[in-house]
């Protein structure tokens, strides 16, 4: 089945489910995974400048036998290259290490730095029809505002933190009366906060026999939340992928939203997390 489209605020169809490489630092891994999740059924592959790894997914792209037309590409600008001529240079920059003629989205990583100047620049790119979406990755309401006051062409995606213990309803329904897609970073919890051991979501997945992570990108969708899992293991490539032959009942999407802890693993507006992010730097 291929894979179900949002429909962005500018016309663009960006897919629901896509396939993320953060951390997947070995080149040639990083590469096969992306062959691997394009032959999967994923059309939408998500990188970042600060990743590592823009060359390894613009091989695994070339590899593949699905047309580049029919992948949605996106990538991530960094902090060091805030500004306006200095976002148009790691565009540049980006798009080499693709190996791409053009992007389908380009994103401001996070919501520090010279934001203003980097937007114009996006805009810019936007309109020279380099990038077919621009849009931000972390920035919380208030900072979208921010833009969506001053400046012409509105973010079309915000990628934040999203998953069962961190579901965000206010943020969710900020984005969305502003027609602004929300794109779950960590839709799975990253492994690190325990979720896929639930026991509440593991009987959930017993009743439709299905795995917790397919119960929980399930639940993403039906939320209309665009998600980007990401596994370097080839069987959870595909099993993450299929989660379009069945429906989760409005009794199991309201247990799942009862599981909401409020707090997730990074907060962009502490000082330490600033100071983290400012610290990190293009290798």
């Not at 996006?122 to 833009?147: C, H, W």
């Not at 012409?152 to 999203?162: G, I, K, N, S, T």
Request: charged share 25%.
């Amino acid at each position: 089945m291929e894979t179900p489209t949002a429909t962005l605020n500018n016309g663009v169809q960006m897919p629901m489910l896509g396939f993320g490489v953060w951390k997947i630092d070995d080149p040639q891994w990083c590469e096969q995974c992306v062959v691997d999740a394009l032959a999967a059924g994923y059309r939408l592959i998500d990188t970042a400048a600060i990743y590592g790894n823009e060359e390894a997914v613009g091989r695994g792209i070339a590899r593949s036998e699905v047309p580049r037309e029919e992948i949605f590409v996106a990538t991530k600008l960094w902090l060091q290259d805030a500004g306006y001529d200095s976002t148009l240079r790691a565009f540049d920059v980006s798009l080499k290490k693709l190996g791409l003629d053009y992007l389908d989205l380009y994103l401001i990583h996070q919501p520090y730095r010279d934001v203003w100047g980097s937007w114009s620049a996006m805009q810019k790119l936007y309109a020279d029809g380099r990038t077919r979406a621009i849009g931000l990755s972390n920035f919380y309401p208030d900072r979208v505002e921010d833009l969506l006051l001053n400046f012409e062409v509105p973010p079309a995606v915000d990628q934040l933190e999203l998953h069962p213990y961190f579901q965000r309803p206010d943020v969710l329904a900020y984005l969305n009366s502003n027609k602004i897609a929300l794109q779950a970073w960590g839709p799975l919890g990253q492994g690190r906060v325990g979720m896929l051991k639930d026991d509440r979501l593991a009987g959930i997945a017993l009743k439709y026999h299905r795995t917790t992570a397919q119960i929980v990108l399930r639940w993403h969708y039906q939320r209309g939340v665009l998600s980007i899992p990401k596994s370097s293991n080839p069987q959870r490539i595909i099993q993450n992928y299929n989660i379009w032959d069945f429906s989760l009942s409005d009794s199991d999407m309201a247990k799942i939203a009862a599981l909401d802890r409020g707090e997730g693993k990074t907060d962009h507006r502490a000082p330490e997390t600033v100071r983290r992010l400012n610290g990190m730097t293009l290798g």
